[in-house]
């Protein structure tokens, strides 16, 4: 007899009931967060490779003004539950919408930088505040 992966034994509404009472506040996040980007039709972050056209949404976790070779640089994390992605704004100090908490789904093509997934001046929709 083999073990079953518990992601592949069936679940019924007690086991789930029961796993969310166990699970810690950033876990039911994430995996809220990994439910938002399957959705919407995107590619989850960990799912991404170098040089690869992709959109992915998540949250952002941060945002700083961080200068590039002189030139300003708006940075943000975006996370999606799964891994974190640097998206990138050159020449930018700010842009409306752009705060920690907010939710946006971001296209472009993925980077990697310092062993980091990066997005650079990526075309991107800010999803509303507040539960869709």
């Known amino acids: 007899m083999r073990a079953v992966p518990r992601s592949e034994k069936p679940v019924g509404r007690f086991r789930r009931m029961l796993d969310r009472l166990s699970s810690s506040q950033e876990e039911l996040d994430?995996?809220?967060?990994?439910?938002?980007?399957?959705?919407?039709?995107c590619t989850r972050i960990c799912d991404c490779h170098d040089r690869e056209i992709v959109t992915v949404a998540g949250?952002?976790?941060?945002?700083?003004?961080?200068p590039r070779a002189g030139v300003p640089a708006l940075e943000a994390e975006l996370f999606d539950g799964s891994a974190p992605l640097d998206v990138v704004w050159l020449g930018r100090?700010?842009?409306?919408?752009?705060?920690?908490g907010r939710r946006l789904i971001a296209s472009?093509?993925?980077?990697?930088?310092?062993?980091?997934?990066?997005?650079?001046?990526?075309?991107?929709e800010l999803r509303p505040l507040g539960r869709e």
Not at 31 to 41: P, Q
Request: avoid cysteine; glycine fraction near 8%; charge should be positive.
């Open 59 to 66: 949250t952002l976790r941060t945002v700083t003004l961080r």
């Open 30 to 41: 994430s995996e809220e967060l990994r439910e938002d980007a399957e959705t919407a039709g």
């Open 93 to 100: 100090r700010s842009i409306v919408g752009i705060e920690p």
């Open 108 to 124: 472009g093509r993925i980077s990697m930088s310092r062993g980091r997934r990066v997005l650079f001046n990526p075309k991107y």
